[in-house]
């Protein structure tokens, strides 16, 4: 069974600070790995994609990849009331068919 | 106009009926999906399509059926709704060229509610 897992949270930090979002993945075949936001009683939307090793930077955001211990993460800078939502970790599916597990996601409460 | 429009945005209906939740796109992708999501459970895969002629099942496709009408529309369809199958509904499109990963392109969500 491949798996994506996430803590559910509320992962919870004051306005300004740094919030890390984690996500680890059972298949070490998965080649590509994805961030989403949702905000609540909308659709998600793609923030990041990560393909190799190491960080990469976008604006406020941050997403690090680990293949050998098979975890990626988020981290969000100044974080704002306005990042407040669930955060979806998405893999490929090692199958080769195009498809992407998703993990249930981390919802995030920035407290300002 | 919205990239990925789904239709309707809410649905209530009776177990037993035959319902339809429609997708269009104008991004030009190939490739169209259909989630659903459930609290706790994340989005499952329904249904995916890469081209008109290219229908596959996903992890949850009992109870399910799908037409790809044309590039941009993707419909689904419950046969004979239960009421397990309440959920919010997402079709989702991405790029789709050679051997290469895209990130997915949401509609905002069709709720469903089968009482």
């Known amino acids: 069974q491949k798996e994506v897992e996430q803590n559910s949270g509320p992962l919870s930090v004051p306005e300004g600070a740094i919030a890390s979002l984690n996500c680890t993945y059972s298949?070490?075949?998965?080649?590509?790995f994805f961030w989403y936001r949702q905000y609540s009683g909308k659709s998600p939307e793609l923030i990041m994609f990560?393909?190799?090793?190491g960080d990469k930077e976008d604006g406020r955001f941050t997403a690090q990849l680990n293949k050998a211990s098979q975890y990626v993460s988020l981290l969000i800078r100044d974080s704002q009331p306005s990042d407040s939502a669930t955060y979806l970790c998405?893999?490929?599916?090692?199958?080769?068919?195009?498809?992407?597990?998703f993990g249930t996601g981390t919802r995030l409460k920035v407290l300002a | 106009d919205a990239d990925v429009t789904q239709t309707p945005r809410n649905r209530i209906t009776k177990t037993g009926k035959r319902i339809m939740l429609e997708c269009s796109q104008t991004k030009g992708h190939d490739r169209m999906y259909w989630y659903r999501q459930d609290p706790g459970l994340g989005l499952r895969l329904i249904y995916y399509?890469?081209?008109?002629?290219?229908?596959n099942k996903g992890e949850i496709s009992d109870g399910y059926s799908v037409s790809r009408q044309a590039q941009a529309k993707f419909s689904l369809s419950l046969e004979s709704a239960i009421p397990n199958q309440t959920a919010l509904y997402f079709c989702a499109t991405s790029e789709g060229r050679g051997y290469e990963y895209y990130g997915y392109t949401f509609g905002s969500g069709t709720r469903l509610t089968v009482v």
């Open positions: 998405a893999v490929t599916d090692p199958s080769g068919t195009y498809k992407y597990i």
């Open positions: 990560i393909y190799s090793n």
């Open positions: 298949d070490r075949g998965s080649q590509s």
């Open positions: 399509s890469f081209d008109v002629k290219d229908i």
